[in-house]
């Protein structure tokens, strides 16, 4: 079955950090574009950064400079590192695997708060 799976999320304070975690199931993270998007309530999803299948990271701005993609081959799974956590990055994040009428694949979604 082909499915991708979002973990680590959780409450952190202002000036935290958390690490996301993206499994994959039937397929391989390395063959596909792989990307994390968050959605906050009330607001439009958003990409937050992309891995191509090359490698290759794309980070929106708000992501630059604190957060972190990874991908780990030998678990299947693509990682989020979010540091220096903001109030405004509280917001449900996704993770999605491939970018065309192919092949799309959305996890169901990992909250994310940050709060005092």
């Known amino acids: 079955q082909v499915q991708v799976v979002e973990s680590g999320g959780g409450l952190v304070q202002p ?3 958390l690490r ?7 397929f391989n993270v390395g063959s596909y ?12 999803r ?3 950064v992309g891995i191509t299948s090359g490698g290759a990271h794309n980070y929106e701005p708000l992501a ?5 993609v990874s991908r780990d081959e030998s678990k299947n799974t693509v990682n989020l590192q979010m540091n220096s956590l903001k109030p405004e990055d509280t917001a449900v ?15 169901q979604g990992t909250q994310v708060t940050v709060s005092s």
Do not use: D, I, N
């Not at 996301?20 to 039937?26: E, F, N, R, V």
């Not at 574009?33 to 439009?44: I, L, S, V």
């Not at 994040?93 to 996890?107: I, M, S």
């Open 15 to 17: 000036g935290g950090s």
């Open 20 to 26: 996301l975690s993206c499994q994959a199931s039937g």
């Open 33 to 44: 574009w792989m990307g994390w998007y968050r959605q906050a309530p009330g607001k439009e």
């Open 46 to 48: 958003e990409l937050v």
């Open 64 to 68: 630059k400079g604190r957060f972190t």
């Open 93 to 107: 994040y996704y993770c999605k695997a491939g970018a065309t009428q192919f092949f799309e694949v959305w996890g």
